[in-house]
């Protein structure tokens, strides 16, 4: 069983850096997908910001993200990280770790069948 614990939120003023962290374990082959959604207070769906795609170390990101986020992960590909730079209050959110095993997932939020429990980043202006 996949399980997804992410840290590494907090506050910061606008054009600081955070760097969230997503321990997963029960990862297997089957696992085609690590990726990293958002959801703002008032949104109804949680938004695709970066995805990677393991074997093929393939990343995508959300367009509002490119260039100032950056997903990796470790050798073992159990950790995955999200680099955050030059935040902005707009990026002000509730960020979930997720894991999915369809070929497709990419960003597609209804793609993923498992999610963390999240954690909370606020941009201050």
């Known amino acids: 069983q996949v399980q997804l614990v992410e840290s590494g939120g907090g506050s910061v003023q606008a054009g600081g850096s955070l760097r969230l962290s997503c321990a997963a374990s029960?990862?297997?082959?089957?696992?085609?997908?690590i990726a990293w959604f958002r959801q703002a207070p008032g949104q109804e769906r949680r938004e695709g910001v970066a995805?990677?795609?393991?074997?093929?170390?393939?990343?995508y990101y959300a367009d509002s993200v490119k260039g100032r986020f950056t997903i990796s992960t470790d050798n073992a590909e159990n950790t995955v990280y999200l680099q955050m730079n030059s935040l902005q209050p707009e990026d002000t959110a509730m960020y979930y770790c997720?894991?999915?095993?369809?070929?497709?997932?990419?960003?597609?939020?209804?793609?993923?069948?498992?999610w963390g429990q999240g954690t909370q980043v606020t941009v201050s202006s």
């Open positions: 029960g990862i297997n082959d089957s696992t085609k997908w």
């Open positions: 995805a990677f795609r393991r074997i093929l170390r393939i990343h």
């Open positions: 997720a894991a999915a095993r369809g070929w497709t997932a990419a960003l597609n939020s209804d793609e993923y069948n498992n």
